[in-house]
């Protein structure tokens, strides 16, 4: 009991104001980590607990437990469903991972001309509604298809024999290709990322050990992008298992999960055993997250305060190589996207070849044109605050200190996004966002966001978590490939957290961070499936209209539609370009010797 | 200090929003009790929920905004599936006013889970009995019948040496193998309207038979009703069963393509209206109801169907039958909701969890 007596007052004030400091900070890295969190909540967990509540009650509302689940892995077309699904995304993550790596390499590690074009290039999929896709796939394969009938018989009359090139599109096939189309920037925009990040130290020192250009490859390249390629694998793996756009187009009577969930919700209005399916759908997400954390145990910072950024030396062979095979896949994403522009202007498909402009006119589309300046709207709110949110949220998972445990939880909810067919986002959303009250024995627990039904505000949310995913990843990559050694030196010199962030890991990953942008405003130009169940009548949207006129048989107007789309994430391409030319040319200049 | 603000900040905002976010409680009392819906009658902005065609949409609206300068009308368009999806996810706290032109079908789904308010529009004792819900009032009143045509690709046709069907006991040809298409009827309504009329057309075991046949002879099965009418209009395959006004539109859009209508009998379908149950009913949503059987509106729906449920004395516009009644087989709705779920079982069945490509 002595030890109340002793109360040494003046040596404690010095350690005590200097934890002060340190925890203050701390506790404002804490509230930003729970803020991310509850953002989290409300925008994934409560509306996707929607979704997994419905799938424990039967079409009266009763609830029956694991029974949809027991009833939908005893129908026997599950397992055909199911491994179609496999088959396609397997398929679809190994071609769209190699086409990506190999042209991001080329990008970044070669010294070829060109790579301005060329990256402009090879995002352009993913400027177009993936149902210009489709038409373009069908009007290049498609039994009628230019390619198909050796372009309308023109091939036959020269070799004088019938030629018929078939690939069957309706089926597998049809659905690979659409996927690879539609995964293909994905992966190059991840592994872009990873391949730019890098230290130019290693190589030299490679080669000064008279490494081998293989050993080199096997030492330093693939190591240093091993994070960026499990991450563009994994997110083209999900995208491919969960995507119903192009099965739905292109699939035939191939039947694959997503389909599935549109069978249920949209033909027989089942909700219960649509949400079964959903949550079904989750399960490869969990298991590759599981995955995607133990993978990362082993991935060290690459880009160390040190770093020397790497210019790639001109070399003959590999830079010629490098642009035959760049030109090669941008042909073939021109080719797709041209026979859209094409099938645009033709007057009737494929039987008056006649061009007009008369598609472009939009009689008789509701909304019309103010359609399409709702969509600019809405890309321009998601890009400006979906990368506030990703990148800010992609920090203090990676860079953040204490709650370890919710650093993690808030990993999870970030890639469990990119498992959620826009379908079932766009349900969720309903269920969730549209309920007045809950009532919990005598009392109503009213939903205080359920203001933001109908508004533009739920429409960018709804976005801004359905992209959610790569966007993280990208942020995630970057930000893994810069030292910790960066933070400590700051918290060494007591600058704050905020400042580091703000001084040296915004301008370092500005590049990162214009691309994320890039990829929100894009990706809100072009959605439909999540957004055509929230979208109010006041704020119709330009990709909406252009499934609807797809489906009023206008084929050609929705073509029109979605040309004006890829021009203006083109134009916003530019504009974004010009801007930043300055910006990065200054931020980035440390990246020079 | 910036830091310490900050801080305060931060907490703040966070507690705020866990508070608003979560324990804003009341004493739910006898608020659960249904209570009869109030009406309002200053509120001029009404939502309607539709299926009709944009291009029809602008057509039709026009002569209701001239004799209704006062009243707002916000239109959610989209095709059946989606604005039925819609309506039943927001069946909790309704957002449309009125649906106007949905498929019936999608209404009496609408009606079992009590999301309609009976209502009889002025006017009523003009549409057909069997164009309305037989209740009084009634929960749903149509206006225009669909019905089921194949598209055939005259061009294909001759290219192909196939001759002209006629019927549906024609489809099962042999010759026609790979050349059809038709909508799945787990994944659209206008799909499921055929298969229900061919198993009341032949019966239920003469009508599985003629779907094995049917089967054999299929290119594919679409997601969307409308789907086989552009497929078979581009060439792709050469005859699609979809329904009438696509035939119709697509041939004046200059498409190689005419509506067959099997002799037979063509299953049929109406577009149909009803307004929703909601604590307050807006009087501008029964007056829009009430103008969208007036012989105005009938007389804007004659121009782009053949059959309207009240007669408007104007031709059958052009590519429909003849005599467009005669040729709508019986469908007993009520069977055909009553069965959906097991017809469509035994669909997928039989087709669907072996439709891999042939």
């Known amino acids: ?593 | 200090m910036s830091t310490r603000r900050s801080f305060r900040l931060v907490l703040l905002a966070v507690l705020a929003l866990a508070l608003a976010a979560c324990v804003t409680v009341v004493p739910a009392g006898d608020a659960a009790a249904p209570a009869a819906p109030a009406t309002s009658a200053d509120d001029n902005t009404i939502v309607v929920y539709t299926a009709i065609e944009d291009d029809q949409l602008e057509r039709y609206l026009k002569p209701f905004y001239a004799e209704h300068p006062e009243i707002e009308v916000q239109i959610v368009r989209d095709s059946t599936g989606i604005v039925t999806a819609k309506l039943l996810a927001e069946k909790d706290n309704p957002q449309a006013d009125l649906i106007w032109g949905l498929a019936a079908t999608s209404l009496l789904v609408l009606e079992a889970e009590g999301m309609l308010e009976p209502y009889a529009p002025a006017g009523l004792e003009r549409i057909e009995p069997r164009f309305r819900d037989a209740d009084n009032p009634p929960s749903w009143v149509g206006i225009d019948v669909w019905m089921t045509a194949f598209c055939v690709n005259t061009v294909e046709l001759e290219a192909n040496g196939l001759p002209m069907p006629t019927s549906w006991a024609d489809l099962i040809d042999p010759v026609y193998r790979g050349h059809l298409v038709m909508p799945n009827p787990a994944s659209s309504g206008t799909g499921f309207l055929s298969v229900s009329a061919i198993l009341q057309l032949f019966g239920e075991e003469a009508g599985w038979e003629y779907l094995d046949a049917l089967h054999e002879n299929m290119g594919q099965y679409t997601h969307s009703g409308s789907k086989p009418c552009r497929l078979a209009g581009a060439g792709e395959y050469t005859i699609g069963i979809s329904f009438d006004y696509r035939a119709v539109i697509q041939a004046a859009a200059g498409e190689p393509v005419v509506g067959v209508y099997p002799s037979e009998g063509s299953g049929w379908e109406m577009e149909a209206n009803a307004l929703i149950k909601k604590p307050v009913i807006k009087d501008a949503a029964k007056t829009f109801l009430n103008w969208a059987i007036s012989d105005a509106a009938m007389r804007e729906y004659a121009v782009s169907y053949g059959i309207t449920a009240a007669p408007t004395g104007l031709p059958i516009p052009e590519g429909f039958p003849a005599d467009p009644v005669a040729q709508l087989a019986e469908n007993d709705f009520v069977w055909a909701a009553l069965n959906r779920d097991r017809i469509l079982a035994e669909w997928i069945a039989r087709y669907d969890a072996k439709s891999e490509p042939r």
């Not at chain 1, 200097?18 to 509230?31: D, N, P």
């Not at chain 1, 079409?59 to 029974?67: I, S």
């Not at chain 1, 995507?243 to 035939?252: A, E, N, R, S, Y």
């Not at chain 1, 019309?368 to 809405?378: A, D, E, K, T």
């Open chain 1, 1 to 593: 009991m002595s030890a109340t007596v002793q109360v040494p007052a003046l040596p404690s004030v010095p350690t005590r104001r200097l934890r002060q400091v340190v925890t203050r900070e701390e506790w404002l890295m804490r509230g930003l980590i729970a803020l991310t969190g509850l953002w989290l909540v409300i925008s994934v967990v409560l509306p996707l607990g929607q979704i997994v509540w419905r799938s424990l009650l039967d079409r009266n509302g009763t609830f029956v437990g694991l029974e949809n689940y027991r009833t939908y892995f005893t129908t026997p077309a599950l397992a055909t469903s199911f491994y179609n699904s496999l088959y396609i995304s397997t398929v679809t993550t190994v071609v769209a991972v190699a086409l990506g790596y190999l042209y991001a390499y080329a990008i970044s590690r070669t010294a070829m001309r060109g790579k301005g074009i060329f990256r402009v290039i090879a995002m352009l999929p993913l400027y177009a509604p993936s149902l210009v896709h489709a038409i373009a796939l069908i009007y290049l394969f498609g039994n009628q298809g230019i390619v198909t009938t050796g372009f309308f018989g023109t091939l036959s009359r020269w070799l004088g024999t019938p030629v018929r090139l078939d690939i069957g599109l309706y089926g597998p096939v049809g659905i690979i290709l659409g996927e690879i189309i539609y995964c293909f920037p994905q992966a190059f925009l991840i592994l872009a990322v990873a391949f730019t990040v890098t230290d130019a130290r290693l190589y030299e020192a490679s080669t000064a050990l008279r490494g081998s250009r293989l050993r080199t490859f096997f030492t330093v390249t693939l190591p240093g992008i091993q994070f960026g390629l499990i991450s563009a694998s994994f997110v083209c793996f999900i995208l491919a298992f969960t995507d119903f756009g192009v099965p739905k187009v292109v699939g035939g009577s191939y039947n694959v999960l997503a389909t599935d969930i549109y069978k249920q919700v949209i033909g027989q209005q089942n909700f219960t055993m649509g949400s079964t399916i959903g949550i079904v759908l989750l399960l490869p997400t969990v298991i590759a997250f599981i995955v995607d954390r133990i993978a990362q145990q082993r991935q060290v910072a690459l880009l160390s305060s040190r770093a020397v950024p790497l210019t790639p030396k001109p070399d003959r062979v590999m830079d010629t190589l490098a642009t035959v095979y760049c030109s090669v896949v941008a042909t073939a994403v021109l080719l797709v996207l041209g026979t859209a522009v094409f099938a645009s202007l033709v007057r009737v498909w494929p039987y008056d070849f006649t061009l007009t402009l008369r598609h472009y006119e939009f009689r008789g589309v509701a909304g019309g044109y103010s359609s399409y300046w709702n969509s600019v709207r809405m890309a321009a709110y998601t890009a400006l605050y979906g990368t506030a949110v990703v990148f800010l949220s992609a920090y203090l998972v990676e860079k953040g200190r204490g709650f370890g445990w919710g650093r993690q939880v808030i990993y999870f909810l970030s890639i469990l996004p990119v498992a959620l067919p826009g379908l079932v986002l766009g349900l969720a959303y309903i269920f969730f966002f549209n309920i007045p009250s809950w009532r919990v024995g005598n009392y109503l627990i009213l939903n205080p966001l359920n203001s933001l039904y109908g508004t533009m505000t739920i429409l960018v949310m709804s976005n801004i978590v359905h992209f959610y995913t790569v966007s993280f990843l990208a942020a995630t990559t970057a930000l893994k490939q810069m030292d910790a050694e960066f933070e400590a030196v700051g918290a060494s010199l007591s600058v704050p957290f905020y400042r580091t962030f703000w001084r040296v890991t915004v301008p370092v990953c500005l590049p990162t961070l214009l691309e994320i942008a890039m990829y929100f405003f894009v990706n809100g130009m072009v959605t439909v499936s999540a957004v055509i169940f929230l979208y109010s009548p006041a704020l119709k949207l330009a990709s909406v209209a252009v499934v609807n006129m797809d489906d009023a048989g206008q084929t050609a107007s929705a073509a029109a539609m979605s040309i004006l789309i890829v021009v203006t994430c083109l134009a916003a391409r530019l504009l974004y370009s010009v801007a930043t030319y300055g910006i990065q040319r200054r931020t980035q200049a440390w990246r020079t010797r």
